[in-house]
């Protein structure tokens, strides 16, 4: 699932994704393409660390720093 997440992710940043403006209705309108992305990200981590907990899965997690670190971030 984070592999196919990662090459999302990474395909609509390299389509422009990041500077676009995207309309997500489930969440009442336009949002920057950047803000969607970090959203997506948060979502992932947070219910997927949480199914893992509720599940009894133990999350591998390497010190290694991220290789491509949000778009907001820069901001």
Same mark, same amino acid.
């Given at each position: &699932? !984070?592999?196919?997440?990662?090459?999302? !992710? *990474? /395909?609509?940043?390299? @389509? %422009?994704?990041?500077?676009? #403006?995207?309309?997500?209705?489930?969440? =009442? %309108?336009?949002?920057?393409?950047?803000?969607? !992305?970090?959203?997506? $990200? !948060?979502?992932?981590? %947070?219910? =997927?660390?949480? $199914?893992? *907990?509720? #599940? @009894?899965? *133990?999350?591998? *997690? #390497?010190?290694?720093?991220? /290789? &491509?670190?949000?778009?907001? /971030?820069?901001?």
């Amino acid at each position: &699932m !984070i592999a196919h997440l990662t090459t999302t !992710i *990474r /395909s609509a940043l390299a @389509g %422009g994704l990041a500077t676009a #403006t995207v309309n997500v209705p489930l969440l =009442g %309108g336009a949002y920057p393409g950047s803000v969607v !992305i970090d959203l997506l $990200l !948060i979502e992932t981590l %947070g219910h =997927g660390w949480d $199914l893992a *907990r509720a #599940t @009894g899965q *133990r999350w591998a *997690r #390497t010190r290694k720093p991220a /290789s &491509m670190p949000s778009p907001c /971030s820069k901001a």
